[in-house]
């Protein structure tokens, strides 16, 4: 299969890396053209695509590695080149603001949505290859214009980029969970760093708190975005957290030791039925 990827950043490298690895054939793309250089010099890609991408009308499948308010601008940009033997794809975690836009303007390539469920607290291509998929989920994204024949194929493209656990739901619904699970963790590590800027912190620093805070290096410009983008349900499930911080709060002040231990008690359950 002939594959061009916009977008060679962490995961678009990643992905160019394991998919040449398949024996696709492997275009790329990207505005930084250190990052094109760096990718071809290190067997990411095939070839290089050129600015016009006249090389999408040979290939079968577009993968978009972009932030998401690049995508629709993209693909008005680029749609003259699309054919109906097109599959296109992108990695974005939000969906909602871009994705019903998108699949119009893809017409008549055929658009079907994913997300993948990693990454790492450092960004670009040089990184692409720590990039590990083995214990990751892999988000299929449906709305109303996606059928199974579209489905089977980009999880046979999760498949082969070595993801574990490949899960369908519609773009909605994705929103909204990776609100909690991705933007409000995010927002928790960020927040927990930046509570104290005392400088010896760093020499009590246990598994614990380094856990809990990798993620507070973070990418400001496209975590911004991400979170203006999914602003209501992470407002949300921010309104949910602060109210079980006020459980805690509350037993502290109370001086309720039973409710504490019941608090965690309902945590360990949870926790542990994820992992069944």
């Known amino acids: 299969m002939k594959i061009l990827i916009a ?21 790329g793309y990207d505005i930084n053209k250190e990052s094109l250089l760096y990718a071809k010099e290190e067997g990411f890609i095939d070839f290089i695509a050129s600015d ?6 040979e290939c079968n499948l577009l993968i978009i590695a972009l932030y998401p308010k690049l995508i629709v601008p993209f693909i008005n940009k680029y749609k003259d080149l699309f054919t109906e033997n097109l599959y296109i794809t992108d990695l974005a975690s939000v969906k909602a603001n871009f994705l019903l836009d998108a699949q119009k303007l893809a017409k008549p390539a055929r658009y079907i949505s994913h997300h993948p469920m990693a990454g790492r607290e450092k960004s670009g291509v040089k990184y692409a290859k720590e990039c590990n998929f083995d214990s990751a989920n ?15 194929f980009i999880k046979k493209i999760g498949l082969e980029l070595g993801f574990s656990n490949i899960v369908c739901t519609d773009y909605l619904n994705q929103d909204k969970m990776i609100s909690y699970t991705s ?8 927040s927990l760093v930046n509570s104290t800027n005392n400088s010896e912190i760093k020499n009590f620093i246990g598994d614990s708190y380094r856990d809990l805070t990798r993620i507070a290096s973070i990418n400001e410009i496209l975590w911004t ?3 203006f983008e999914n602003k209501e349900n992470l407002l949300n499930y921010i309104k949910i957290f602060e109210g079980q911080l006020d459980r805690i709060k509350e037993a502290l002040n109370n001086n309720d030791i039973e409710n504490l231990k019941q608090i965690f008690i309902s945590s360990t359950k949870l926790r542990n039925e994820m992992n069944k």
């Open 7 to 27: 977008g060679l950043g962490l995961m678009g490298g990643a992905y160019a890396y394991r998919l040449r690895n398949k024996g696709h054939i492997i275009y």
């Open 52 to 57: 016009e991408l006249t090389e999408l009308k």
């Open 138 to 152: 892999f988000l299929i994204t449906t709305t109303d214009a996606n059928n199974q024949e579209d489905v089977e």
């Open 183 to 190: 933007a409000l963790t995010h927002a928790i590590a960020v």
């Open 225 to 227: 975005e991400l979170f």
